[in-house]
């Protein structure tokens, strides 16, 4: 699938939003929406539809400068860690090496303090070592 | 200069520093130094050496990448404006098109919320407008 | 307009969110919508359909309670200022009093601390004496 | 108990801040106050008269309107999960229905990012699975 | 005025809120108290209450201690501006020099960022030029 | 050691930091020094050099008036759990007193919300506890 794809005229937010997670996210995003079935079902819906059926099937940015942008987002916020790690995993799905990601979760230091970086470089450690042993 | 040159182990943190900062935030960032001679001159050295000798000038990631990250790490915080429109400027300065600014600012609606988006997308018109007239 | 109406499902997201940010937000929230024409066009259809197409639409809660939740939630954060303004108008437009108002504002101070409290009183000041001299 | 009641100028602050407290929080926020016994229990005193006595107590706002508001506050926030669990209960215990909390934890969405609102959502998820067992 | 008369039990928490606020931020402080007249009277006594009466006028730390916490917590913060002003003058008045203020903005980049850092310096630079034209 | 010594010209930054890592963090911060090791050994050089080689090691202000600012900054921030409890046991390795780092605490209550004070209270519960046992 494509970022032209993604837009597509014929798909509707929803079906875009769906492949879009699917592409990114992958199981880690599948997990959310299901937890979500028995309390917020629409919710489920609209994360499919605005985050990743407008944004991030949007043509103008790659889906690896996107995931640079919500891993260092998310680690400065210090405020998503649960998400932090999904993405962490979507930035590893979508082209970003793990060498890179430490680059992005270091320079968080800088603006949003160490104790940051250091809880956002070790949701990092956590996440490649679970993915090293599967 | 490249990221090579700001490496170079014969230069000090300092003189890296002040090289990547320069070619970073160019006169914007040597007026955040300037201001702090009277009050805190020492921390002007720490700005040149931390951030700039010893983040920026590391190899393992563009300027180009690096400043997705401070741009979406400083829209998503939402308490660093004038911060944010330095790294803004310094975005077009090293490779981001205002598009692609734009898109990461979008894009801070689905993590930080949308009045962050919208401060952000505010903040840079601001920069795009003063550096169409100059 | 009711609640009801709004969500029709012969009107579309654009549709059913513009009619409700003109029933809530007024002419402040028109402004923003303008500042985004010549940046970010499509930013401005997203904050009509999310926002305001999906969610303040949504029947399960009337938009008095909304408001009581977006201004508690936009003093609590402290980094949305111009939004809390707005807010704080849209608040009054959908049934709150001043006094109520002032008592969620006041409420922050719990959970939020003291200056975001002061923050958001001194921002309904200043909505409050606007109106009044209109 | 009633408003009304709460404001009785015959009651101390504290009188009135542990009643408030016990019809609000219930036996969530008696645990709190019995685990600051041996830390700091003048700021159990301090929790019962400021936040209960003076500010819960007050006329100007229901019960029901300020658990709006608190909990939007705290899911914003995102740096007080064990509050909002507290909160979620008592918004339970003055009359919002779970439906209403779900509405305003989506919501947060807009103004505080997907995040904010999906860690709001799965902390409510846990507090009603672990009423409805009781 | 002393620590130990602040606690008289024979002072109401109103008054001794009001020689504590008297004592640490001065003419700033009762700045703050006037513009709450007419909006929120109140609120202007729950802040000599509960954090003059109750909390400063507590003999376990000096207000010079209390003071570099404040203004660590403040910078750190980055959403109170205001009080960040109010409460550098009012570390001067309780006995930190310029110097020591200066020290715990600075350090504030390690653990919130150099953005709040900068924020905090700049605050403060504002502060002391306008005490020496005094 | 002394301050003193800390600034030693002869010594480097990261000799410089590292002992006073030592000093005020002990185990506990090598601990972190540890953990960091896989995943960005840089990283653990850069923790010594700027927070403890540049900002600790600085004779301006005490250790343990920096603990105070610590301690209320990371407490008021609410998104730094683990550094915090780090920083509480630091606060009594450099002097302070348990109930000197309990009056910190309270304080920010003020500034933060109870939230925040309750999180930084029962933080320095569990460390005073596990001190007290070992």
Redesign the interface.
């Known amino acids: 699938m494509t970022n032209e794809n993604q837009r597509s005229e014929q798909m509707t937010r929803l079906e875009r939003g769906k492949l879009a997670l699917n592409e990114i996210d992958g199981q880690a995003g599948q997990n ?1 929406i299901d ?2 079935a ?3 079902p ?2 489920a819906t ?2 499919f ?3 990743f059926g ?3 099937a ?1 043509p ?2 790659s889906l690896r ?2 995931e ?13 860690a ?2 932090l790690k999904i993405h962490i995993e979507a930035g590893l799905n979508v082209g970003l090496s793990k ?2 990601i ?18 956002g ?2 949701t ?2 956590e996440v ?1 070592e679970t993915l090293s042993t599967e």
Chains 1, 2, 3, 4, 5, 6 share one sequence.
């Not at 942008?69 to 680690?75: D, E, G, K, N, R």
């Not at 992005?104 to 809880?119: D, E, I, K, S, T």
């Open positions: 959310v937890a979500l028995d309390i917020a629409d919710f609209y994360l539809e605005f985050p407008d944004i991030y949007r103008g940015l400068d996107r640079i942008a919500t891993i260092a987002a998310l680690a400065a916020m210090g405020t998503a649960p998400q060498d890179e430490t680059e992005v979760l270091m320079q968080m230091a800088v603006y949003a303090g160490f104790p940051a970086a250091l809880n470089l070790f990092a450690k490649f």
